[in-house]
């Protein structure tokens, strides 16, 4: 039976017109949301504890004119309690500016009970008095992120329903507490398959999701979706080029994701800065039936030439600052479909990001 979700009519107004925000022209989020221990801060040799992740945190909302490419940013539950070395909470940084913050739901992935090498995510129990009070400390969104491997003919059936359940109630819960949800289910990069296999499992997942959407009646215009771009697995033997990474997408999405949605924003899912930039821009060029705004959530492919260069040291502030808006600017034009492959140069912006197994 299909249930009803009772929302007003100006909740639901209200979560439209944040979608709408969020899917501004030209603008995409910036997702910062790795939980402790995520960000890799070892690798530039900086310890990874909560007072760096707050300095560096610190770093990426002050990054002057931030606002021009960014319209969200997705945080994770420490960075809202945490505020600048004047004592102004990091929240603030961001709402100044204009850009709408949001927050990080679920707490984590788990392994699929009645299935082998296949995920569950948790975070349902007491979500909707956490969902209030997220609301009441200023964020507009929420997100969530559910993971699929390609791997001995899984996904299952069961864990795609089990999964897409789960986002259909997280989404519900949302709305009834005036935020948005960002769906996020992820079919991994892991793997050896070819990019049809990807396409395939794709729209089944997003099929199961939309169902899963319908019978919870969660409103359509106050959603985002963010999800992978189509291509193959990370130990498949043949590159492709971005035009085909990108017919594969739009035909994915063409088929199963409702016109009604604010939006689609992209995850990296382990790309190249540049290469998800040059793939985000070949999706937006591609002819034919797009009535959504395709745009980025990029973790990785945002941050890792400015966590680079910044390497734990406050007087490379500036140069971090300027690697993410450069590469923020590359990826707003990548929106429009107007990015010059190559005209943003990094750090570090041709090595691959891509990390095993990837958790949040
Ligand atoms: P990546 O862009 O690094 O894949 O991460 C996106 C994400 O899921 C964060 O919300």
């Known amino acids: 039976m299909k249930m009803t979700l009772n929302i007003s009519r100006e909740t639901r107004n209200d979560l439209k017109l944040t979608a709408q925000a969020i899917l501004h022209r030209g603008k995409g989020i910036l997702a910062v949301d790795e939980s402790g221990n995520v960000l890799n801060m070892e690798s530039i040799g900086v310890k990874d504890t909560s007072e760096n992740r707050r300095k560096y945190r610190q770093l990426l909302f002050q990054t002057e004119d931030l606002s021009q490419y960014i319209s969200a940013v997705i945080l994770f539950d420490e960075t809202l309690h945490q505020k600048t070395d004047q004592g102004v909470p990091l929240i603030k940084l961001l709402q100044v500016q204009g850009i709408i913050p949001g927050i990080k739901v679920d707490t984590g ?124 697995g990370q130990l498949h033997d043949v590159s492709l080029t971005s035009d085909t990474i990108a017919r594969a997408t739009v035909a994915t ?85 107007q990015y010059r492959t190559g005209a943003v140069r990094g750090e570090c912006c041709s090595d691959e990001l891509f990390v095993k197994d990837y958790v949040y």
């Open 109 to 232: 992935i788990v392994p699929l009970v009645g299935s082998e090498e296949e995920f569950s995510t948790e975070g349902l129990d007491g979500l909707g008095k956490r969902c209030a009070e997220y609301k009441k400390k200023g964020c507009r969104f929420a997100k969530w992120r559910s993971i699929f491997k390609i791997r001995n003919g899984k996904p299952s059936d069961y864990a795609i329903k089990h999964n897409a359940d789960i986002l259909a109630q997280y989404a519900a819960i949302c709305q009834s507490n005036k935020l948005v949800p960002i769906l996020e289910p992820e079919v991994l990069v892991d793997g050896t398959h070819d990019i049809d296999r990807c396409q395939r499992v794709t729209e089944k997942v997003l099929v199961a999701v939309y169902t899963a959407l319908h019978e919870h009646d969660v409103y359509l215009e106050g959603t985002v979706l963010k999800c992978n771009m189509v291509t193959a």
């Open 253 to 337: 999405l063409q088929r199963t994701v409702p016109a009604a949605i604010a939006g689609i924003t992209f995850l990296s899912g382990g790309q190249s800065e540049e290469k998800a930039t040059v793939n985000l821009n070949a999706i937006n060029r591609c002819t034919g039936k797009k009535p959504w705004t395709l745009s980025f959530s990029f973790g990785r492919a945002l941050q890792a030439s400015a966590l680079k260069k910044w390497g734990g040291k406050d007087e490379n502030t500036l140069i971090a600052q300027t690697e993410l808006i450069n590469r923020a600017k590359a990826n707003s034009e990548a929106t429009l479909g």
